[in-house]
Each structure stands twice: as C-alpha cells, then as structure tokens.
C-alpha cells in the first residue's frame, strides 16, 4: 500500500512538470481554489499534525486546545488579511512583498533568512517523522527512511516545483485523510455506536449505562489521580499566549503564504483559504474525539492489570520503545496514575553511564528482560507511584491495533503518516529554493540571470535542501523538536506585523518595519534561548515574566513589534508617493491577472 | 477622482467587515473557548456531553472559523461588484 501510494506521487509529479520560473514558483497562477485548498491543507498538516497531535491532547485534556484553536484559528486572518492582498500584489515570495512594500534590500534580505531559517528547522522535523514512519512499520532503519523520503521528494519537488508539488499534495490530501479516519470511524463506532467521530465524542457510551463518553472519562481520570480531563491546569493568560503566537505564527509561515500566490484571482486566493481550513478541520475536528476514545480505552484496560494478561498491542509498542513499565513494587501488575516514570536530567554530582540514564524516554538494556517479561529500562526512576511511560504518539498509530482493525488499516495509516510528512517538506524545499534562486540571486546577487539560469539555480538549490535536510534527518540535533514549536513564535514576532502594516497602513514606513521586525524578533528569541538553552533550570512559571511560557512569548513579541514600529514610523518622515500608489493598488482586487504578467 | 472616492469608500467598508468578523473570531476562540470557558462548562450543548466550553474550545470554534471565512468570501464579492472593482 505504501508503495502504490508513491507510485501514485510521483505519476502526478510526472504529468505536471513545470516549464518556467512562474510554474516552478507559484504553478503559473492557474491552480483552482478547491486544488488550492487541498493542497494548502497538506502542506500544513505535518508529520506532527498526523501522529503526534491527537496524543498531545489526549494527555493534555481541555489545555490540548491551543493547538486546535492556534493552528486552525491562523487562516482566519490569512483569509481576511492576508491572502487577498498578497495575491493582488502578487510577486512570487514573502520578501519579495516586504522588499517592495517598503523599497529596501535590507529588508528583503531580514525577510529571506527568517524565511529560510524558519523553513529548515521545519523540514528536517518532517525527514525525521519520514523516518519514524518507515522503522516503525516497515522495519527498515531510519536512515534508509530517510533517503527514500528524500529521494520521492527531491523528484517531484525538483522536477515539478510548485506544480507538480500541489497536485501531488492533493493526492497526499486524500491519502492522509483516509489513513486518519477511517479508523477513527470504527474505534467511534465501536465505543459509542455512533460512527461519526465528532458526534460520538458528545455520546453515550455504547454499554448501555447511558453515561456520556466525556464523564466515564473524568471519572476514570479522577479515580487514578489524574486531572480530570474536561478541565484545564494551564495559566489562562499563558493559555492565551500560546493560543495568539500559534495563531498569528500559522498566519506568518511562509510556505502557507507562497499558496496563495498560485490561484488565478484575489478572489480566487480567499475562497481557496476558505476551502483550506474545511479540509484541515476535517482532521482537526476528529483530533479531539481519537484523543477521548484512545485516552478512555487506555485508562479501561491498562491500570491494575497484570502485565502478562496485557493485550497484545500493549507489547508490540512496548518492542518500539514508544510504551515501557517499571515494576517497582516487583508484583506483577501495572500501576497507571499521575506523573512522569522517568528522572529527565542528570542531578548535580551524578552522571549517566553504561547502566544508569537520565532520559524522559525509555532507554532500554539490551536484550535483558524481567521476571514477566517485560524490557527492563536503564532510566532513574522519579519518585511515586506511577510505572508507566506512554509515547503520546502511540495515539495515533496504535490506534487501529487498539480498535482490532486489519492489517490493510495499519497500512494506511503508515501511507497517512508518510503523506503528510512528505507533503509539508516538498512545500518547505520550495520555500527555500525560491528564496534562494529569486530573492536572493535574482533580486540581490545577480540581476541579470536569464529566465532558463534562474529556473536551473532554484532546482539545484532545491536539490541542496533536500539533501541538508535529510542529513538533519539522519543526525537530528537535539534541539530541532524545540526549536519548531519556536519557528512560530519567531513567525509572529517579525512577519505577521510587518505585513498587516503594510497593507493597513499607508504612513508605515521601512525605518518603522525594520526596526519592529528587529526588536520583535531578537526580544522573542532571546526569551526562548534563556529559558529553553541558557538556564533552562529557570523555565516554570515562577520565572516567566507574567507568566508567559517561551511557547506563548511571541505573542508578547508581535505587540512590541507593532508598538515599536508605530512610534518609528511616526517620528520619521513618510514613505514615498509610489509606495503609497502600491499600497492603494494592492488594496483593491482589480487588475491582479495584469500585475502577474508584468512581473512574471 | 470619482474612482479614487469610490475605492475609499470601498475600504472604509471592508474594515467594518473585517472588525466584525474578527470581533467574532475573537470571541468565540480567546472568549469562549479560554477566558470564560469556565463559566460556559457550567453548561451543556443540549443532547450530548459537552460541557459547553470545552465544545468551545475543541470543536466549537473551528466550525465558526470555516462559516466566517466563507461569509467573508460572500459579502467581498458582494462588494467588489458593488464598487465595480471586481475581476
């Protein structure tokens, strides 16, 4: 099933090849709004957003909604303020817009970087998920995942650009979305006899006791010491933080951006956002109801019970590493409740060796097994009672074992997982390959490059990335999984403002935007190096400033960047007639097929 | 000089548009789902198991961003024909 799911990527990739720097950059304009759409959703949807999400929320309860509402909430004020104007304006890049906006290089070069910096990041995050995918059910080696990922994409993505990228991104779509519900439809079913997950989320539970699914889960919650699950522990402002900067950061990304910029009209680019997020909310609304289902499965038929009567899915991931048990009490029976297993971090004076780790995941002793069979862990235990360690990204992988689906299910959820990785990293390349053939060749270094050099510069820079980033995949650095939760706060902090103004502000002037973007983004990754990299035996709640957490400080960094811009950009003199004539001209949507040709 | 009042007048709508919208946006995901969620628990969606504010949060609101995009999407094209800025 995996295989003919590539075979399919690459017939499409094969069928729609580009010819010129306009198909390679933004598909010549002529992809239509529900395409667009579907291709927008799968370049968002992530390797994160398929494996890992649904078992964030299922361990994080009603807190889990800062990523439902933070990644769907963004293409709202992509729809009404963004998208329109940025097709109208209607160049090829993120920084082609801020360079023009406010006629300046140096601005442009401040956009290309935090666009390249941010997109990397990104991509070696998605290499790394290819590879998960491909170890866990396939059982090949990571590294040999890794490059057959990076080979089907550096095939398409080089050879068709954004083209051949978006109608293979609608085959994705469709894989992935399959791969996530249909088991969701059976494990609901099975749990509430209502088939719809969204539905069945609001039920009763299928026997015949007539509680709602929600309350049997507090229940089960608060009998085991754990929250209950239907509320929050969060701060509400930081939970607001968060929110916002996951929002606003969706908002600033620019590979979301660039998809705007391939529909044919400013009307065009606001339906297709429209059509965006129905097809993301297909899979952010069922996100939800698998996190309830799982969690209340897991919690009915785990705690208590003796290892060797556990079921059979429970040691099969227990092989992966993605679920382990200490027995500390040496009684057989698995004690399930509040807290982590495992000690994260060396204490001062002691150190890890051959046979003592200090890790928040499981490190195995090879091929050494307990008394019931279990794998014995090397880890330090924390103090307390709980025994065991579940990967939030057993959510959604385990889930048709779990529910007792066939094999072909597995399959699919496999060929889901993989879709989504390799969609979001083929928009990513291009995201770098542009920025580096146009904005940076074509505009900066070397003017004069004929059309056919330019086309030849982005597929060899896209060639490039992809081989970076498979590498990072190979070798991630240990900050990467940090790191992108960050490249959102880091968007919020110096696009998201910078453009509004842009277009909202006609008096907005380059000093004004520089300035911002400087002082947003240095204060936002400076708050997030202190407390994730310098000290990070500081990072709770006590220290953050106003309780903001490093997840939620770019929120904090966007109103700086709007307040320091404003008052610049007051005391310094106005931008210059023909800006101000751009800005009247982008803000009204006739004429954005005209402006394409000249500038294409 | 006509066409440049017309297109003012053209924007000065489009941001009423935008403020209520977003006013929406706002208080359905920042208000519904995380300041008053609390309060709104009290409740339940009539028929299910949702306490109302947790519905917010995880369900709720995400539908209220697909309609406003679209009702957003009607009342433009609305108005480009209106001020025959269409394409």
């Given at each position: 099933m995996v295989a003919a799911s590539f075979a399919l990527y690459?017939?499409?990739?094969?069928?729609?090849?580009?010819?010129?720097?306009?198909?390679?950059?933004?598909?010549?304009?002529?992809?239509?709004?529900?395409?667009?759409?579907?291709?927008?959703?799968?370049?968002?949807?992530?390797a994160?957003?398929f494996i890992s999400?649904?078992g964030?929320?299922?361990?994080?309860?009603?807190?889990?909604?800062?990523?439902?509402?933070?990644?769907?909430?963004?293409?709202?004020?992509?729809?009404?303020?963004?998208?329109?104007?940025?097709?109208?304006?209607?160049?090829?890049?993120?920084?082609?817009?801020?360079?023009?906006?406010?006629?300046?290089?140096?601005?442009?070069?401040?956009?290309?970087?935090?666009?390249?910096?941010?997109?990397?990041?990104?991509?070696?995050g998605q290499m790394r998920g290819v590879g998960i995918v491909f170890s866990q059910f396939l059982n090949v080696p990571i590294e040999y995942g890794v490059l057959i990922g990076m080979g089907i994409v550096?095939?398409?993505?080089?050879?068709?650009?954004?083209?051949?990228?978006?109608?293979?991104?609608?085959?994705?779509?469709?894989v992935l979305?399959?791969a996530y519900?249909v088991p969701?439809?059976?494990?609901?079913?099975?749990?509430?006899?209502?088939?719809?997950?969204?539905?069945?989320?609001?039920?009763?539970?299928?026997?015949?006791?007539?509680?709602?699914?929600?309350?049997?889960?507090?229940?089960?919650?608060?009998?085991?010491?754990?929250?209950?699950?239907?509320?929050?522990?969060?701060?509400?402002?930081?939970?607001?933080?968060?929110?916002?900067?996951?929002?606003?950061?969706?908002?600033?990304?620019?590979?979301?951006?660039?998809?705007?910029?391939?529909?044919?009209?400013?009307?065009?680019?606001?339906?297709?956002?429209?059509?965006?997020?129905?097809?993301?909310?297909?899979?952010?609304?069922?996100?939800?109801?698998?996190?309830?289902?799982?969690?209340?499965?897991?919690?009915?038929?785990?705690?208590?019970?003796?290892?060797?009567?556990a079921p059979q899915w429970f040691k099969d991931w227990e092989k992966t590493g993605l679920i382990a048990w200490?027995?500390?009490?040496?009684?057989?029976?698995?004690?399930?409740?509040?807290?982590?297993?495992?000690?994260?971090?060396?204490?001062?004076?002691?150190?890890?060796?051959?046979?003592?780790?200090?890790?928040?995941k499981p490190v195995f002793k090879d091929n050494q097994v307990?008394?019931?069979g279990q794998r014995l862990v090397?880890?330090?235990?924390?103090?307390?009672?709980?025994?065991?360690y579940i990967d939030p990204d057993i959510m959604v992988l385990a889930n048709p074992q779990i529910a007792g689906l066939p094999n072909w299910v597995i399959a699919l959820v496999a060929a889901g997982g993989l879709a989504a990785a390799l969609?979001?990293a083929?928009?990513?390349?291009?995201?770098?390959?542009?920025?580096?053939?146009?904005?940076?060749?074509?505009?900066?270094?070397?003017?004069?490059?004929?059309?056919?050099?330019?086309?030849?510069?982005?597929?060899?820079?896209?060639?490039?990335?992809?081989?970076?980033?498979g590498?990072?995949g190979i070798n991630p650095?240990?900050?990467?999984?940090?790191?992108?939760?960050?490249?959102?706060?880091?968007?919020?902090?110096?696009?998201?403002?910078?453009?509004?103004?842009?277009?909202?502000?006609?008096?907005?002037?380059?000093?004004?935007?520089?300035?911002?973007?400087?002082?947003?983004?240095?204060?936002?990754?400076?708050?997030?190096?202190?407390?994730?990299?310098?000290?990070?035996?500081?990072?709770?709640?006590?220290?953050?400033?106003?309780?903001?957490?490093?997840?939620?400080?770019?929120?904090?960094?966007?109103?700086?960047?709007?307040?320091?811009?404003?008052?610049?950009?007051?005391?310094?003199?106005?931008?210059?007639?023909?800006?101000?004539?751009?800005?009247?001209?982008?803000?009204?949507?006739?004429?954005?097929?005209?402006?394409?040709?000249?500038?294409? | 000089?006509?066409?440049?009042?017309?297109?003012?007048?053209?924007?000065?709508?489009?941001?009423?548009?935008?403020?209520?919208?977003?006013?929406?946006?706002?208080?359905?995901?920042?208000?519904?789902?995380?300041?008053?969620?609390?309060?709104?628990?009290?409740?339940?969606?009539?028929?299910?198991?949702?306490?109302?504010?947790?519905?917010?949060?995880?369900?709720?609101?995400?539908?209220?961003?697909?309609?406003?995009?679209?009702?957003?999407?009607?009342?433009?094209?609305?108005?480009?024909?209106?001020?025959?800025?269409?394409?």
């Amino acid at each position: 099933m995996v295989a003919a799911s590539f075979a399919l990527y690459i017939g499409v990739a094969i069928w729609s090849r580009a010819k010129s720097t306009g198909d390679f950059y933004v598909a010549g304009s002529s992809v239509p709004p529900v395409i667009n759409g579907m291709a927008t959703a799968a370049d968002w949807m992530s390797a994160a957003s398929f494996i890992s999400m649904a078992g964030l929320i299922s361990f994080s309860g009603r807190d889990g909604s800062r990523f439902l509402m933070g990644w769907t909430g963004g293409y709202v004020l992509l729809a009404l303020l963004l998208a329109p104007y940025l097709r109208k304006f209607g160049k090829y890049t993120v920084p082609d817009f801020v360079g023009d906006r406010y006629g300046s290089q140096v601005a442009r070069l401040v956009a290309v970087v935090c666009a390249i910096f941010i997109s990397f990041t990104y991509v070696a995050g998605q290499m790394r998920g290819v590879g998960i995918v491909f170890s866990q059910f396939l059982n090949v080696p990571i590294e040999y995942g890794v490059l057959i990922g990076m080979g089907i994409v550096f095939f398409y993505a080089v050879l068709g650009g954004m083209k051949g990228i978006t109608y293979t991104q609608v085959a994705q779509y469709c894989v992935l979305i399959c791969a996530y519900m249909v088991p969701a439809f059976f494990i609901a079913f099975s749990m509430t006899g209502n088939p719809i997950p969204q539905l069945g989320l609001g039920s009763t539970v299928s026997d015949g006791s007539g509680t709602f699914l929600l309350e049997r889960l507090d229940e089960l919650c608060e009998q085991l010491g754990f929250n209950k699950y239907t509320n929050g522990s969060l701060g509400k402002f930081d939970l607001f933080c968060i929110t916002a900067a996951l929002m606003v950061g969706t908002a600033g990304l620019p590979h979301v951006i660039v998809r705007f910029y391939t529909v044919p009209k400013v009307r065009s680019a606001r339906l297709s956002a429209g059509w965006a997020l129905v097809f993301i909310a297909i899979l952010y609304t069922t996100a939800p109801a698998i996190a309830v289902f799982v969690r209340t499965n897991l919690l009915q038929t785990i705690p208590n019970q003796s290892y060797t009567d556990a079921p059979q899915w429970f040691k099969d991931w227990e092989k992966t590493g993605l679920i382990a048990w200490a027995d500390r009490n040496d009684d057989g029976i698995i004690q399930y409740t509040k807290g982590d297993l495992f000690v994260s971090k060396a204490p001062q004076g002691a150190e890890a060796n051959d046979e003592i780790a200090y890790s928040k995941k499981p490190v195995f002793k090879d091929n050494q097994v307990g008394e019931f069979g279990q794998r014995l862990v090397k880890n330090v235990l924390k103090d307390g009672e709980n025994e065991l360690y579940i990967d939030p990204d057993i959510m959604v992988l385990a889930n048709p074992q779990i529910a007792g689906l066939p094999n072909w299910v597995i399959a699919l959820v496999a060929a889901g997982g993989l879709a989504a990785a390799l969609s979001t990293a083929a928009g990513l390349l291009l995201v770098i390959s542009t920025s580096i053939a146009h904005d940076l060749l074509k505009k900066n270094l070397m003017p004069r490059i004929t059309e056919k050099q330019e086309l030849r510069a982005a597929r060899i820079s896209a060639g490039i990335a992809v081989c970076i980033a498979g590498y990072f995949g190979i070798n991630p650095p240990g900050f990467v999984a940090e790191v992108v939760a960050f490249a959102f706060g880091l968007a919020a902090s110096s696009f998201f403002p910078a453009i509004i103004m842009g277009i909202f502000s006609k008096r907005m002037n380059v000093y004004g935007a520089v300035t911002g973007m400087i002082v947003g983004i240095t204060f936002t990754a400076s708050y997030i190096i202190y407390f994730k990299f310098i000290r990070p035996d500081l990072n709770s709640e006590s220290h953050w400033w106003f309780g903001v957490s490093p997840e939620g400080i770019g929120t904090i960094g966007m109103v700086l960047n709007f307040t320091v811009s404003a008052v610049v950009a007051a005391i310094t003199p106005r931008p210059p007639k023909h800006i101000v004539q751009l800005v009247e001209r982008i803000r009204v949507p006739r004429g954005s097929g005209e402006e394409h040709e000249i500038s294409a | 000089m006509q066409i440049k009042k017309s297109n003012s007048s053209y924007w000065r709508r489009n941001l009423i548009y935008l403020s209520v919208l977003l006013g929406v946006w706002f208080v359905v995901s920042f208000g519904c789902g995380i300041l008053f969620v609390d309060e709104l628990d009290k409740y339940h969606l009539p028929g299910t198991g949702f306490p109302l504010g947790f519905w917010f949060a995880q369900q709720g609101s995400i539908y209220v961003f697909v309609v406003l995009i679209f009702v957003y999407v009607w009342l433009m094209n609305r108005l480009d024909r209106k001020h025959n800025v269409d394409e």
